[in-house]
């Protein structure tokens, strides 16, 4: 879920640590170790439709769930949807930064292609002392 843009908001990140609203359920536990990657990829394809061979739901593990009823914490299977009194959200992931495909043009051609982390320097626009193309935006005139 992402919150609406404010006017003014130029996109970036949100200036205050947004509230963590997942339930306590096991996916989100730092304690919780997930079933094997094929066993859930093989159970939502059973799930959605996409095969007919019968698959139990995958279960991860996790040795510190306290029940209700119990004052000790003991190992079990659990399912990602389960919940115990021993909840310890995970940090959200860290945002990945660039990752982007650039295509530098100069003259009507293509000087260089590639991912945006490495760009060769002397094309970085900082060092190219580049002026506007318009006078429009500029500060200097009265």
């Known amino acids: 879920m992402?919150?609406?843009t404010r006017p003014g908001h130029n996109g970036?990140?949100?200036l205050e640590e947004p509230a963590d609203h997942r339930r306590?359920?096991?996916k989100h536990c730092i304690h919780w170790h997930?079933?094997?990657e094929n066993e859930q990829r093989a159970y939502e394809r059973f799930r959605i439709g996409l095969s007919c061979r019968r698959v139990k739901r995958p279960a991860?593990?996790?040795d510190r769930v306290l029940l209700e009823d119990r004052k000790t914490r003991v190992f079990s299977a659990t399912t990602a949807e389960f919940g115990c009194l021993n909840f310890e959200a995970k940090p959200p992931p860290a945002r990945t930064v660039g990752g982007g495909f650039v295509t530098i043009w100069r003259n009507g051609r293509i000087a260089w292609q590639g991912s945006?982390?490495?760009i060769p320097p002397r094309?970085?626009?900082e060092t190219l002392?580049?002026?506007p193309s318009d006078d429009r935006g500029r500060d200097d005139e009265p």
Do not use: F, M, S
Request: net charge negative.
């Open 2 to 4: 992402t919150e609406p």
């Open 12 to 14: 970036g990140p949100p």
């Open 24 to 26: 306590p359920q096991c």
């Open 34 to 36: 997930a079933p094997p």
């Open 60 to 62: 991860g593990t996790c």
């Open 116 to 118: 945006e982390e490495k």
């Open 123 to 125: 094309l970085l626009q």
């Open 129 to 131: 002392d580049l002026e």
